[in-house]
């Protein structure tokens, strides 16, 4: 009789490259170098009898054998990482509550709480993005263990400085701006950090504006701009393509940088403390 067994680090490769579209970023993720990760592949390619991935010069596919595999070998990984952790990390485990700002959840954390995710499957993650006012006024009220918070740089320290980067004001193009009499604004809904920056600099800075457009979306905002109902404020690192940032001129005042912190509320689990250090080791090189 012909036993083939699955080989758990293959099918950890290939998901991960499956996840991240690429060899060199699996690679990466896994610290190992791209021929072992191509070696790999073949390897698993060998032992089912099938071609995976489907690879360009510029991009990496699954084949239709590679999108059949994909979610058999996800429960695969779950229930090894989940025995795993039954065994080695009884402790690890519970829920943790997390409130986020949606821009910052969207373009940075993604990543970041999924390896915390894959290292601990016993651990129930349990996020919501909201405005930062928002968010502090229900971690106050305990919905929250842990919280990231947009704050003035200048500002009385309150937890852990994360993040830090320009903010800049984006439009569907440079003459979306010149020549504006009164700014028209794409806004999130008060109470917002952002929407204050925005209006309190164009104040400062002696500007007519208005509100032309509120959206409690990130994407819903974007959009707006994108079709030209106004300019809004993003960090500059968060601007997407299809969106440019304006230079300050004589029609839009420099703004401040934006500032992320991480806030832990004072009875938190242990496993909660955890994944604000991974959180805090995972961001900072980048600040």
Same mark, same amino acid.
Not at 131 to 148: E, I, M
Not at 236 to 255: I, R
């Given at each position: 009789?012909?036993?083939?067994?699955?080989?758990?680090?293959?099918?950890?490769?290939?998901?991960?490259?499956?996840?991240?579209?690429?060899?060199?970023?699996?690679?990466?993720?896994?610290?190992?170098?791209?021929?072992?990760?191509?070696?790999?592949?073949?390897?698993?390619?060998?032992?089912?009898?099938?071609?995976?991935?489907?690879?360009?010069?510029?991009?990496?596919?699954?084949?239709?054998?590679?999108?059949?595999?994909?979610?058999?070998?996800?429960?695969?990984?779950?229930?090894?990482?989940?025995?795993?952790?039954?065994?080695?990390?009884?402790?690890?485990?519970?829920?943790?509550?997390?409130?986020?700002?949606?821009?910052?959840?969207?373009?940075?954390?993604?990543?970041?709480?999924?390896?915390?995710?894959?290292?601990?499957?016993?651990?129930?993650?349990?996020?919501?993005?909201?405005?930062?006012?928002?968010?502090?006024?229900?971690?106050?009220?305990?919905?929250?263990?842990? @919280?990231?918070? $947009? %704050?003035?740089?200048? #500002?009385?320290?309150? &937890?852990? /400085?994360? =993040? *830090?980067?320009?903010?800049?004001?984006?439009?569907?193009?440079?003459?979306?701006?010149?020549?504006?009499?009164?700014?028209?604004?794409?806004?999130?809904?008060?109470?917002? @950090?952002?929407? $204050? %920056?925005?209006?309190? #600099?164009?104040?400062? &800075?002696? /500007?007519? =504006? *208005?509100?032309?457009?509120?959206?409690?979306?990130?994407?819903?905002?974007?959009?707006?701009?994108?079709?030209?109902?106004?300019?809004?404020?993003?960090?500059?690192?968060? @601007?997407?393509?299809?969106?440019?940032?304006? #230079?300050?001129?004589?029609?839009?005042?420099?703004?401040?940088?934006?500032?992320?912190?991480?806030?832990?509320?004072?009875?938190?689990?242990?496993?909660?403390?955890?994944?604000?250090?991974?959180?805090?080791?995972?961001?900072?090189?980048?600040?």
């Amino acid at each position: 009789m012909n036993v083939r067994n699955l080989d758990i680090d293959l099918l950890r490769t290939f998901v991960t490259i499956a996840d991240l579209g690429s060899f060199t970023a699996a690679g990466a993720r896994l610290g190992r170098t791209q021929s072992t990760i191509s070696l790999q592949v073949k390897r698993l390619e060998a032992l089912v009898s099938r071609i995976l991935f489907e690879r360009t010069a510029r991009s990496v596919l699954l084949t239709l054998d590679g999108q059949v595999l994909l979610g058999s070998a996800r429960k695969i990984l779950h229930m090894n990482d989940k025995v795993i952790a039954e065994l080695t990390e009884p402790d690890v485990r519970g829920r943790v509550r997390l409130g986020v700002p949606e821009d910052f959840a969207t373009a940075h954390l993604p990543d970041i709480l999924a390896l915390f995710t894959e290292a601990h499957p016993l651990v129930e993650l349990e996020v919501t993005c909201d405005l930062t006012l928002n968010l502090l006024d229900r971690f106050h009220a305990g919905a929250f263990d842990l @919280v990231l918070v $947009k %704050r003035e740089p200048a #500002a009385a320290p309150q &937890g852990v /400085r994360v =993040w *830090r980067e320009p903010l800049v004001w984006v439009a569907r193009n440079q003459e979306a701006v010149d020549g504006n009499e009164v700014i028209p604004l794409v806004v999130s809904p008060e109470p917002c @950090v952002y929407r $204050k %920056r925005a209006t309190d #600099a164009l104040d400062a &800075g002696g /500007r007519t =504006w *208005r509100i032309a457009y509120t959206s409690t979306s990130l994407a819903g905002a974007q959009a707006a701009v994108k079709a030209g109902l106004g300019i809004s404020v993003l960090p500059k690192k968060m @601007v997407p393509s299809f969106l440019v940032p304006v #230079a300050t001129t004589q029609w839009l005042p420099q703004l401040p940088d934006t500032e992320i912190a991480l806030i832990e509320g004072r009875s938190i689990s242990d496993t909660a403390h955890m994944l604000a250090q991974h959180i805090v080791q995972a961001l900072e090189p980048r600040t």
